[in-house]
């Protein structure tokens, strides 16, 4: 049975299970089971599955909030750390390319005439 048989059925879905653990592997490519195990791939207890259209637009609006609030601090955490971070990696790499250009004008050979000389 495949993916796009008319014998499947999709549904949108929130999971919930404990910190600290992940859902397991499906059999199917690219899927995961409603297991969650921590990192010593332990079963540690089933998740349990929410289903998506039951959830109310108030409840919704706060997890999308939520979700977006989490996704800005962490940019703004990575965008504050590349700002700071970026003049010195700039130098680093400055400090790379001399050093590229001198190793390569070390090496430098002259190529022989091929033309014989002429009297």
């Known amino acids: 049975m495949t993916s796009d048989s008319p014998d499947v059925i999709r549904d949108l879905m929130f999971v919930e299970r404990p910190a600290g653990t992940r859902l397991s592997r499906s059999s199917n490519p690219g ?6 195990r921590d990192d010593d791939n332990s079963l540690v ?19 999308v909030v939520t979700t977006a609030a989490v996704v800005g601090a962490v940019g703004i ?41 002429q009297s």
């Not at 750390?81 to 004008?105: E, H, N, V, Y």
């Open 31 to 36: 899927g995961n089971s409603a297991l969650a």
């Open 45 to 63: 207890t089933h998740a349990v599955l929410f289903d998506a259209n039951a959830f109310t637009s108030e409840e919704m609006v706060k997890i």
């Open 77 to 117: 955490a990575v965008g504050a750390a590349a700002t700071k971070a970026g003049p010195q990696i700039k130098s680093k790499l400055g400090d790379l390319k001399s050093r590229l250009r001198l190793k390569a004008g070390d090496v430098v050979v002259e190529a022989a005439d091929p033309r014989p000389e």
